[in-house]
């Protein structure tokens, strides 16, 4: 008996032995999909969270079951898995990204988290990062994670590790005796509400002891954070102070972090310690998830929410009834992808009740930062909102007759805006602040219901002209004009102080097109020489005209040196080069300091070298100017034409 059951032993033990080499020689585990040498996308990236992972079917986090779902869905959809490093690098300017890199990110520190989800990430080929509060490190409960579990996963080639603070997590009762959240709200002690100086420390404190356990488990700096409840002082409850103390805090320690919770996608654009991720409902299926990740995405095209109602996002349901969107009166409604647009056209058909106001949104950044176009039943008015207040740009009186439909057109490119009732003109060309350069689009409706009828948006990309003058543009060129770039010889300060120049540059101004001198330049002048010539174009910039209007130049010839020179003087530059110089900048470590690459060239070698430059700087930075008439280019890069002739570019 006993013999028998000694073989029975040994022959179990040969098995799981046989198991385990025929696992580690045959078993196949998909290979990370990370090649960042191919990766060369400029646009941005997505953030998914999640709050934990669960074995069970009921309750309020996703199973494991979900999650494999997920993945599998991301993967056969051409996501890329991301980690703190890649968004850093991106944000920096250093490193493109994949064109669909996804940052996983969950929420918490549980164990269940990095039980569940490390067999399924393996398997799949994905990567996940863990936002750990550090003060559940010392908890004795086993639903967190340890030191040691931390140890673990920072030695996995599928887990990456941010902070969410030590103590951050924690809500406590401000002075006040009302709710608050630890890092925007005062704490009470007997003698009152802490000064400004303990609050700063406090919170300090916080960030610096999180950051430096996880820097000790680590061995190395902990990049990403994510701030509880989504709050980085800029709650409702939040203190006047808090998030001026959060953001000096946050950005001694970490170059990222994650605030807003409902949206998936990051831009260029978007402030890096101030990003955004989308925290997945437990009960979505893969399906689901890519749906939402796709709305999300940057849109190029022309958009109609009418037909396309899933381009709205809003906290209230868009209904559409008989081709009409009800709009719910104190809600706004935002058009998905639209975070990034610069210049733009928006139409839409709108029927207000006698009480109610309607405004739309443009260039939206936050609600300090944007220009609004509001409607009354007695006017139409265009405003900028930025910090140091509100300005009213142009009011135009209105009548609106009870149930009666009214159509406007809303014109912005480059620093003016243009407005039309119908096809009359109410406002425009309104001058702009050069500030609000961009951002998303959106309406709310105030007092009462209102009918959308009609809404369409499209981005206005343009195209750059090299011509003696602007208005050697041919007019029908014009409204998709760009830039015009002016050939200066010598930086001469006399050329804009001619009457008609100065006519010229104020022409193409009110049409919304930027006007840009294009210098001719040594590459390896004398130190003295190249002073002398950006003294001299100061010395013309001065002029009170023409400063607010000529921010940007054009090198044609110059090097890094000159480049840097004309941006300690103030100006942007687009550097002109040929597109065997091109590959020269592409193959060197250094950092492109020019704002803009103009490739000037052949179509075929101007498009090679635009696909090398891609790897080192976004599509929206580099200017195409070939010697064919036809000169399609990768989305995003801007055509260039020399002697454009009528209906050219269209």
């Given at each position: 008996?006993?013999?028998?059951?000694?073989?029975?032993?040994?022959?179990?033990?040969?098995?799981?032995?046989?198991?385990?080499?025929?696992?580690?020689?045959?078993?196949?585990?998909?290979?990370?999909?990370?090649?960042?040498?191919?990766?060369?996308?400029?646009?941005?990236?997505?953030?998914?969270?999640?709050?934990?992972?669960?074995?069970?079917?009921?309750?309020?986090?996703?199973?494991?079951?979900?999650?494999?779902?997920?993945?599998?869905?991301?993967?056969?959809?051409?996501?890329?898995?991301l980690i703190p490093e890649d968004i850093v690098?991106?944000?920096?300017?250093?490193?493109?990204?994949?064109?669909?890199?996804?940052?996983?990110?969950?929420?918490?520190?549980?164990?269940?988290?990095?039980?569940?989800?490390?067999?399924?990430?393996?398997?799949?080929?994905?990567?996940?990062?863990?936002?750990?509060?550090?003060?559940?490190?010392?908890?004795?409960?086993?639903?967190?994670?340890?030191?040691?579990?931390?140890?673990?996963?920072?030695?996995?080639?599928?887990?990456?590790?941010?902070?969410?603070?030590?103590?951050?997590?924690?809500?406590?009762?401000?002075?006040?005796?009302?709710?608050?959240?630890?890092?925007?709200?005062?704490?009470?002690?007997?003698?009152?509400?802490?000064?400004?100086?303990?609050?700063?420390?406090?919170?300090?404190?916080?960030?610096?002891?999180?950051?430096?356990?996880?820097?000790?488990?680590?061995?190395?700096?902990?990049?990403?954070?994510?701030?509880?409840?989504?709050?980085?002082?800029?709650?409702?409850?939040?203190?006047?102070?808090?998030?001026?103390?959060?953001?000096?805090?946050?950005?001694?320690?970490?170059?990222i972090a994650f605030v807003g919770a409902h949206?998936?996608?990051?831009?260029?654009?978007?402030?890096?310690?101030?990003?955004?991720?989308?925290?997945?409902?437990?009960?979505?299926?893969?399906?689901?998830?890519?749906?939402?990740?796709?709305?999300?995405?940057?849109?190029?095209?022309?958009?109609?929410?009418?037909?396309?109602?899933?381009?709205?996002?809003?906290?209230?349901?868009?209904?559409?009834?008989?081709?009409?969107?009800?709009?719910?009166?104190?809600?706004?409604?935002?058009?998905?992808?639209?975070?990034?647009?610069?210049?733009?056209?928006?139409?839409?058909?709108?029927?207000?009740?006698?009480?109610?106001?309607?405004?739309?949104?443009?260039?939206?950044?936050?609600?300090?930062?944007?220009?609004?176009?509001?409607?009354?039943?007695?006017?139409?008015?265009?405003?900028?909102?930025?910090?140091?207040?509100?300005?009213?740009?142009?009011?135009?009186?209105?009548?609106?007759?009870?149930?009666?439909?009214?159509?406007?057109?809303?014109?912005?490119?480059?620093?003016?805006?243009?407005?039309?009732?119908?096809?009359?003109?109410?406002?425009?060309?309104?001058?702009?602040?050069?500030?609000?350069?961009?951002?998303?689009?959106?309406?709310?409706?105030?007092?009462?219901?209102?009918?959308?009828?009609?809404?369409?948006?499209?981005?206005?990309?343009?195209?750059?002209?090299?011509?003696?003058?602007?208005?050697?543009?041919?007019?029908?060129?014009?409204?998709?004009?760009?830039?015009?770039?002016?050939?200066?010889?010598?930086?001469?300060?006399?050329?804009?102080?001619?009457?008609?120049?100065?006519?010229?540059?104020?022409?193409?101004?009110?049409?919304?097109?930027?006007?840009?001198?294009?210098?001719?330049?040594?590459?390896?002048?004398?130190?003295?020489?190249?002073?002398?010539?950006?003294?001299?174009?100061?010395?013309?910039?001065?002029?009170?005209?023409?400063?607010?209007?000529?921010?940007?130049?054009?090198l044609s010839g110059g090097d890094e040196e000159?480049?840097?020179?004309?941006?300690?003087?103030?100006?942007?530059?687009?550097?002109?080069?040929?597109?065997?110089?091109?590959?020269?900048?592409?193959?060197?470590?250094?950092?492109?300091?020019?704002?803009?690459?103009?490739?000037?060239?052949?179509?075929?070698?101007?498009?090679?070298?635009?696909?090398?430059?891609?790897?080192?700087?976004?599509?929206?930075?580099?200017?195409?100017?070939?010697?064919?008439?036809?000169?399609?280019?990768?989305?995003?890069?801007?055509?260039?034409?020399?002697?454009?002739?009528?209906?050219?570019?269209?």
């Open positions: 008996m006993r013999k028998t059951l000694i073989i029975t032993q040994v022959l179990l033990g040969l098995a799981l032995l046989g198991f385990l080499a025929y696992r580690f020689v045959f078993h196949t585990v998909p290979p990370l999909v990370r090649d960042p040498s191919t990766w060369k996308n400029w646009e941005g990236f997505y953030a998914l969270s999640y709050t934990g992972l669960s074995k069970e079917e009921e309750g309020p986090y996703l199973t494991r079951q979900g999650f494999a779902d997920h993945l599998t869905a991301l993967r056969e959809a051409g996501y890329v898995p690098a991106f944000y920096r300017g250093e490193h493109p990204l994949p064109a669909k890199g996804v940052l996983i990110l969950f929420e918490g520190g549980r164990k269940d988290s990095f039980l569940l989800g490390s067999p399924l990430l393996e398997k799949k080929g994905f990567i996940a990062t863990m936002t750990v509060p550090t003060a559940f490190l010392e908890s004795p409960s086993n639903f967190y994670l340890k030191k040691g579990d931390l140890k673990r996963l920072s030695r996995s080639p599928y887990w990456r590790l941010a902070s969410m603070g030590h103590e951050a997590y924690k809500k406590i009762t401000d002075y006040r005796g009302q709710p608050g959240h630890f890092l925007t709200a005062r704490s009470a002690s007997p003698s009152g509400p802490e000064d400004d100086r303990a609050f700063m420390e406090r919170v300090s404190r916080d960030y610096r002891r999180a950051a430096s356990l996880l820097t000790e488990i680590t061995g190395k700096p902990v990049p990403a954070y994510l701030y509880p409840f989504a709050d980085s002082g800029s709650s409702p409850q939040a203190d006047p102070l808090a998030a001026e103390i959060n953001r000096k805090a946050l950005q001694a320690l970490h170059s949206a998936p996608f990051n831009g260029p654009n978007r402030d890096p310690l101030q990003l955004t991720r989308l925290r997945v409902p437990s009960s979505w299926k893969g399906k689901q998830l890519i749906s939402e990740l796709e709305k999300s995405a940057p849109q190029t095209a022309p958009l109609d929410g009418i037909q396309q109602p899933g381009i709205w996002e809003s906290d209230k349901r868009v209904t559409l009834r008989e081709g009409v969107i009800l709009l719910s009166a104190d809600s706004p409604y935002w058009i998905r992808g639209t975070e990034d647009w610069e210049d733009q056209e928006v139409t839409l058909k709108v029927q207000l009740p006698e009480k109610a106001a309607l405004s739309v949104f443009l260039r939206h950044q936050d609600r300090d930062n944007q220009l609004v176009f509001s409607v009354t039943a007695k006017e139409a008015a265009l405003r900028e909102q930025q910090k140091r207040g509100r300005q009213t740009l142009a009011v135009k009186p209105l009548s609106f007759d009870q149930g009666v439909s009214r159509l406007f057109r809303l014109r912005i490119k480059a620093n003016r805006a243009w407005c039309w009732s119908g096809e009359k003109p109410l406002f425009g060309p309104v001058p702009l602040s050069p500030l609000i350069a961009r951002g998303k689009i959106g309406l709310i409706v105030q007092g009462a219901q209102a009918s959308l009828e009609a809404f369409q948006a499209r981005p206005l990309f343009g195209y750059y002209v090299f011509a003696d003058a602007y208005q050697a543009v041919p007019p029908g060129n014009r409204a998709d004009t760009r830039a015009v770039l002016l050939p200066w010889k010598d930086g001469d300060p006399a050329f804009f102080a001619e009457e008609k120049r100065k006519m010229d540059v104020l022409k193409a101004a009110a049409d919304g097109v930027q006007v840009i001198p294009v210098l001719t330049v040594t590459p390896t002048p004398s130190p003295q020489a190249r002073g002398r010539l950006v003294a001299q174009v100061r010395k013309a910039w001065e002029d009170p005209l023409l400063k607010p209007l000529i921010r940007t130049l054009a000159w480049v840097s020179a004309f941006h300690a003087a103030g100006f942007k530059v687009i550097r002109i080069i040929r597109p065997d110089e091109a590959e020269k900048i592409t193959a060197g470590p250094a950092r492109i300091s020019a704002d803009w690459i103009c490739l000037e060239g052949p179509r075929e070698a101007v498009l090679s070298a635009v696909e090398r430059l891609l790897f080192r700087v976004p599509a929206r930075k580099i200017i195409a100017l070939t010697t064919e008439t036809e000169s399609r280019m990768p989305p995003g890069v801007y055509p260039a034409f020399s002697r454009l002739k009528e209906g050219r570019g269209k």
